[in-house]
């Protein structure tokens, strides 16, 4: 694959097209959990829960429900349980993913997490099944998944149906990335499909222009929807509902 800032690659990752046993797919997970820790993957997502409670923005006196999409081994929602037990927090964690053994393996590796129900469903289907509307809707390393118009149906999803807000966590499409972890995986010897989908997650991933025109095109005013760099490599995208009274 030739590696093109200008614009998104569009080859599919193997760990959505490989057809591998279960063991398989839960040790890349795994290893996709190692590297959220080692790239410091959750700071921005906790850093989002953080400036909602800040502001006021959490609903209080009943349980914030937050839902991941694209939760994959479930560790973004582990560490958003731990994040709000050190804090008093009442939650309930709703982990959405298309794939049964990330659910399974998700499932397995949550057995000290009682707040987390695990949904396996693609998103893009999910009907009534969420029940109430969520509070916050969250995902990391999923939107670069998406082709087409999926990105745009994505975000206006979560803008009609999250309450209080949501935040897109995902790399930014740089060429010091894509060629800074090939090397970072090879040397921490991460599960195959993590050494050739990493990069080419950074090549589907998105600029800071790409998410200008997808906001645009949502009609979401492009003031009430914040990017965000996070080091290392990480490109977000904020909302927070300040019209709305939490409750
Ligand atoms: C790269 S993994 C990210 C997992 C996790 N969020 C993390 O930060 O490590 C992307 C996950 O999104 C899931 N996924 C892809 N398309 C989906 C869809 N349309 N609906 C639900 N899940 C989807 C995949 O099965 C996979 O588990």
Not at 94 to 115: F, H, M, Q, V
Not at 124 to 134: A, I
Not at 149 to 163: H, I, K, N, Q, S
């Amino acid at each position: 694959m030739r590696f093109d800032v200008c614009r998104r690659a569009s080859e599919p990752e193997l760990m959505d097209t490989e057809d591998c046993g279960y063991e398989d797919l839960r040790d890349c997970l795994r290893d996709l959990a190692s590297v959220n820790r080692v790239t410091l993957g959750y700071r921005p997502t906790l850093g989002f829960l953080a400036r909602m409670t800040r502001e006021g923005r959490m609903p209080i006196g009943r349980p914030v429900h937050i839902v991941d999409v694209g939760s994959g081994y479930g560790d973004t929602l582990r560490a958003i349980h731990r994040w709000a037990n050190r804090r008093g927090i009442e939650v309930r964690l709703t982990g959405i993913d298309l794939n049964p053994w990330s659910i399974r393996a998700a499932r397995e590796a949550s057995l000290d997490y009682p707040k987390i129900t695990w949904i396996e469903r693609d998103m893009f289907e999910l009907d009534e099944v969420l029940g109430d509307r969520p509070d916050i809707i969250v995902s990391a390393l999923f939107t670069h998944h998406l082709d087409g118009d999926g990105p745009l149906r994505f975000v206006r999803w979560m803008e009609d149906t999250a309450r209080c807000g949501w935040f897109v966590n995902d790399l930014l499409r740089h060429p010091v990335s894509y060629w800074g972890f090939a090397a970072l995986a090879r040397l921490f010897r991460w599960h195959r499909f993590v050494q050739h989908d990493g990069p080419l997650s950074i090549a589907r991933a998105f600029r800071r222009s790409d998410w200008h025109s997808i906001v645009a095109a949502t009609e979401i005013l492009e003031s009430k929807a914040r990017l965000e760099s996070w080091f290392p490599f990480r490109l977000c995208v904020s909302r927070v509902k300040t019209d709305v009274i939490p409750n």
